[in-house]
């Protein structure tokens, strides 16, 4: 059974970076908006005379907190008329149709060994919604490591959040990669970062959630170090 459509209000806009803003929904025709951690939710943006051409899904960024506001983070993509529209025509009170919670890119019930959360642009926004989960929750778990590949510094989403949470939480490790500038921390590419930390083969899972490049070439590194293709899970943007 697919969830129902329902309106959402916009209710907050905050510009992240140069090209990513954070909307916060809410949801009047639901009391608690449920979902699990990694999940996303459908609009049905007015951009196209078919209704499934106007589809467009987006991770949860927030956590499930019993509330019906939930956020969501978009990059406005050249040409995309999805994001376009929510840049472009979307206000404080606009009103959206949305469906969700939906996907199964979520947290394994038990975190045994490491968790690696590997993300590029708007794919950490599952992973935020899982980190504060685990803190709000305290769920045992190992090391879990987060690299997140951005272009430079004004790109990196909810950075100052996850250096609070690396402070706050014990084996939680935050590794920024830019590909775009020199700076105190990894530049390049989070491939070789990953793979230093899995040098020794550790028991681990990895999370993989980003643009479909990215993705493809760490399953495929992951694959040939020796791990196996069920420690791998992957959510794909675009």
């Not at 149709?97 to 947290?107: E, H």
């Not at 004004?154 to 920024?176: A, I, T």
Request: glycine share 8%.
């Amino acid at each position: 059974m697919l969830p129902q459509w329902q309106k959402a209000i916009v209710t907050k806009i905050e510009q992240a970076t140069p090209n990513t803003r954070r909307y916060w929904l809410e949801l009047p025709e639901t009391d608690r908006f449920d979902f699990k951690p990694g999940q996303f939710v459908t609009l049905d943006l007015p951009i196209h005379e078919k209704r499934n051409k106007r589809w467009r899904s987006y991770s949860i960024a927030s956590m499930p907190d019993g509330s019906n506001v939930i956020e969501l983070v978009v990059v406005k993509l050249e040409g995309g008329l999805g994001s376009g529209y929510l840049f472009d025509d979307t206000e404080v009170g606009s009103e959206l149709i949305l469906r969700g919670p939906q996907g199964v890119f979520v947290l394994p019930e038990q975190i045994p060994g490491d968790l690696f959360m590997i993300c590029t642009g708007t794919g950490i926004a599952p992973f935020r919604s899982m980190m504060h989960y685990i803190k709000e929750h305290n769920i045992p778990h190992g090391n879990i490591h987060m690299l997140f590949g951005t272009r430079t510094k004004e790109d990196l989403l909810y950075f100052d959040e996850m250096r609070q949470l690396e402070q706050d939480m014990e084996k939680f490790h935050y590794h920024p990669v830019l590909s775009r500038e020199e700076w105190e921390g990894h530049t390049g590419y989070v491939h070789p970062v990953y793979e230093q930390l899995c040098k020794d083969l550790p028991e681990a899972n990895f999370m993989l959630c980003g643009w479909k490049v990215m993705v493809d070439e760490a399953k495929q590194r992951l694959l040939e170090a020796g791990y196996d293709k069920k420690q791998v899970h992957l959510e794909l943007y675009g």
